[in-house]
């Protein structure tokens, strides 16, 4: 198996890690498992910190418009672990669907977009350890949407990326201030054209 480029089932396209994991695997039932070394991060910090830009990505380039989701299950064990879905352009535009263990020690849905500097948004607060993330390209704009059940969804975040560098999708894990985080994504789906309502729930 490559340690550069991964294939799943339901994503019509080799991904590739763009940073490399501890470990990771896939499943028979086309699964995805990531795990995150200590102190790893996608952030660039508002108020002028260092960036961390190390968090383990595995990404892909779809075209035109598509639908990104997955049943995420994170191993929540330090402040800020999370399991995300990414868009990425470069290290100075990318966007993040979280989800993350708060400082209050709840697992939380947070979004964060970075132009430059990232902001930092926190949505809502999920019972236990297993939720629904969705990304969906609508043009030139992106909408972050998440779902309890995986039937009805919640608009997260409506956004663009002010960029013209392509911009690819796909997988994270991340430990800020942990020892490190896995993250399992299944049910992945990837469907190719446009969310027809962003605020309906479907």
């Not at 639908?67 to 402040?79: K, Q, Y």
Request: charge should be negative.
């Amino acid at each position: 198996m490559s340690t550069d480029s991964v294939t799943l089932p339901a994503i019509p396209a080799t991904l590739r890690w763009q940073v490399l994991p501890v470990s990771w695997n896939t499943g028979d039932d086309g699964a995805l498992t990531i795990t995150a070394g200590p102190h790893t991060d996608l952030f660039v910090d508002p108020q002028g910190a260092d960036a961390a830009l190390n968090a383990p990505r595995l990404l892909f380039s779809p075209p035109g418009e598509y639908m990104l989701s997955a049943r995420m299950t994170v191993g929540f064990t330090s402040t800020f672990d999370a399991g995300v879905l990414l868009l990425y352009a470069d290290q100075h535009s990318w966007a993040k669907l979280c989800f993350e263990y708060s400082p209050q020690g709840q697992p939380m849905i947070v979004s964060v977009v970075t132009r430059g500097f990232s902001d930092d948004a926190n949505a809502f607060v999920v019972d236990g350890n297993q939720v629904f993330l969705r990304i969906a390209r609508l043009g030139p704009a992106f909408a972050f949407h998440a779902s309890t059940d995986g039937a009805y969804w919640q608009l997260i975040r409506h956004f663009t990326l002010d960029t013209s560098a392509p911009i690819a999708v796909g997988f994270v894990a991340q430990s800020p201030t942990g020892a490190g985080c896995t993250a399992t994504f299944e049910r992945i789906s990837y469907t190719a054209g446009r969310l027809s309502d962003l605020r309906s729930g479907v």
